[in-house]
């Protein structure tokens, strides 16, 4: 399949350690923020969602932390494995606004 | 549950020409979203339906790009005519409830204009 986001920056893990990336969002006034996983070829994937009122949020191997202070929000990928290797997007909205997504990275998971 | 689904999922035109894109949504879902996704980029919101009425075209470039969802279920969107820099991946999304639910995506039609 075709590739998405080829300059793309790009994280290079050891399989079995564990992955966080990065997105600095850009309206302090965004109360919802979602992650995507995009593989190549496919639409964005939604891995998992934090609202405002939280600071941290846990699903299955992923945490996703947000700290309002500095607009910033990170993805916490734990043992990552091969099938983990996409691009990730951070996206954010205020409420009752479309979401804005960052400009992607790229997850390159190395055996 | 069936996911997003669009058609085709490659098109190449010539510049100048017209192109159609479909995309059907999640059963039930009442919103549906329309993104243009350069390479090496974000997706870029184009339309939002809420049923078949829009809800936000502000970054819809109106002059060549118009979409419609006429039964408040299918939706097309099209190009005409198409520049070359419209070459990019056309994702469709649906959601159960707007803005600020998670949208799910179709896979996109990949258009190259050359």
């Known amino acids: 399949g075709e590739s998405v986001g080829l300059h793309l920056p790009t994280l290079s893990v050891q399989e079995g350690d564990n992955s966080i990336i990065n997105c600095a969002y850009s309206?302090?006034?965004?109360?919802?923020f979602i992650w995507y996983k995009q593989e190549s070829g496919k639409g964005p994937q939604f891995i998992i969602d934090i609202r405002s009122n939280m600071d941290k949020r846990q699903g299955q191997r992923v945490t996703v932390l947000l700290n309002k202070t500095v607009k910033h929000l990170s993805l916490q990928i734990a043992a990552t494995q091969p099938g983990d290797s996409a691009v990730y997007f951070c996206?954010?909205?205020?409420?009752?606004?479309?979401?804005?997504f960052g400009p992607g990275t790229r997850l390159s998971v190395l055996p | 549950e069936a996911g997003v689904a669009q058609s085709p999922r490659y098109k190449i035109i010539e510049k100048r020409q017209s192109v159609a894109f479909w995309c059907n949504p999640i059963s039930g879902h009442a919103t549906l979203y329309w993104y243009q996704q350069i390479l090496g980029q974000g997706p870029k919101l184009l339309i939002q339906f809420q049923n078949n009425g829009v809800v936000d075209d502000s970054q819809l470039p109106k002059d060549r790009f118009s979409a419609e969802r006429l039964k408040g279920v299918d939706s097309t969107l099209k190009i005409q005519p198409a520049k070359l820099e419209d070459s990019a991946v056309y994702l469709c999304?649906?959601?159960?409830?707007?803005?600020?639910?998670?949208?799910?995506f179709g896979q996109g039609t990949r258009l190259t204009v050359v």
């Open positions: 309206n302090s006034a965004s109360d919802y």
């Open positions: 999304a649906s959601s159960a409830a707007g803005t600020n639910t998670e949208a799910f």
């Open positions: 996206a954010e909205t205020p409420y009752g606004q479309n979401f804005v």
